[in-house]
């Protein structure tokens, strides 16, 4: 009789395990596709900054004639 109790609390616990896994898994994947489709995959922030992606300088001038 104390060998059928220890089998079932190993089920049990087992089998719950199992279960807190995958709700674990099952809530990560839910929150990391909210912020993704939110944003389409754009980091959205506060930041003043601007964006700067061409400078204007000599070495570009440079660069622009010999390529043409």
Do not use: C, H
């Amino acid at each position: 009789m104390v060998e059928n109790r220890r089998g079932f609390i190993k089920k049990a616990l087992g089998v719950s395990a199992i279960a807190v896994a995958g709700s674990t898994v099952s809530m990560a994947n839910a929150l990391s596709n909210k912020t993704e489709t939110s944003s389409n995959g754009v980091v959205i922030g506060k930041s003043r900054k601007k964006e700067v992606l061409y400078k204007e300088t000599q070495a570009w001038d440079d660069f622009y004639k010999s390529s043409y």
